[in-house]
């Protein structure tokens, strides 16, 4: 899949601060961008968690913890191998501390996708 053009395969603006689901997709598939925008007021933090056979997003799933960007700033994370998962229960989640803040992209492929 990896050879494949990156497209974007999710976009999210919380507007909570619970833990949710960003990506998860019935078919292979591997994420290897993740853009973090803040256009709010103030600073805010995120975490990113990858369970690859369900729902679990907490520290024991983190691929980052409590992140801080500040206002105006874009943190890029861009995977040098691509988080892959080939179980279909696998799931991208994310929690922010404050709502309506963060904007989070993804970037990726699942198999069978057109280039």
Do not use: C
């Not at 603006?13 to 961008?33: G, Q, V, Y």
């Not at 907490?58 to 992140?67: D, H």
């Amino acid at each position: 899949m990896s050879d494949k053009k990156r497209k974007q395969v999710a976009q999210v603006r919380p507007s909570a601060t619970d833990a949710a689901e960003l990506f998860s997709d019935n078919r292979p598939w591997e994420i290897d961008l993740i853009m973090v925008t803040n256009t709010g007021a103030a600073a805010a933090t995120f975490s990113l968690f990858h369970d690859a056979d369900g729902t679990t997003w907490n520290t024991s799933t983190a691929l980052l913890y409590q992140i801080s960007v500040d206002v105006g700033e874009v943190y890029m994370i861009e995977f040098a191998a691509p988080i892959r998962n080939n179980k279909r229960q696998g799931t991208i989640g994310y929690q922010v501390s404050v709502a309506d803040t963060l904007t989070i992209t993804a970037y990726g492929n699942a198999e069978g996708d057109r280039d």
